[in-house]
């Protein structure tokens, strides 16, 4: 079974920066996209940035230009480092992969327990 795991979150305050990282387990043999979401109290799951096996990436406006996704592929694990952070970052940040083959088995989606970051003004 394949599991995603979340580390990073926290309290930080306004202009300051945190790492999220996520780490997939699970005899996994490829993982075709991974990106990271975010929820807000009361609000919808957006796409904060995605990137693919090989490389390109995707990010919402809201975080261009403070917000760079990477990943390490023999690691199967994804980072999102966040910088000049804002109060209206503040959510339930989740991993996500796409495409991920472990064994014989492909998994549409998988996706992480999610991690709190809030940023205080």
């Known amino acids: 079974q394949v599991q995603l795991l979340e580390s990073g979150g926290g309290l930080v305050q306004a202009g300051g920066s945190l790492r999220l990282s996520c780490a997939a387990s699970g005899s996994i043999f490829s993982i075709n996209a991974m990106g990271w979401y975010r929820q807000a109290p009361g609000k919808q799951r957006e796409l904060v940035a995605a990137i693919t096996s090989g490389g390109s990436t995707n990010y919402a406006d809201s975080v261009k230009g403070r917000f760079t996704i990477s990943r390490d592929n023999a690691k199967n694990t994804v980072y999102l480092q966040m910088s000049s952070l804002k109060p209206e970052d503040t959510a339930v940040y989740y991993c996500?992969?796409?495409?991920?083959?472990?064994?014989?088995?492909?998994?549409?989606?998988?996706w992480g327990q999610g991690t709190l970051v809030t940023v205080s003004s």
């Open positions: 996500s992969a796409q495409g991920v083959r472990a064994g014989k088995t492909w998994y549409l989606e998988v």
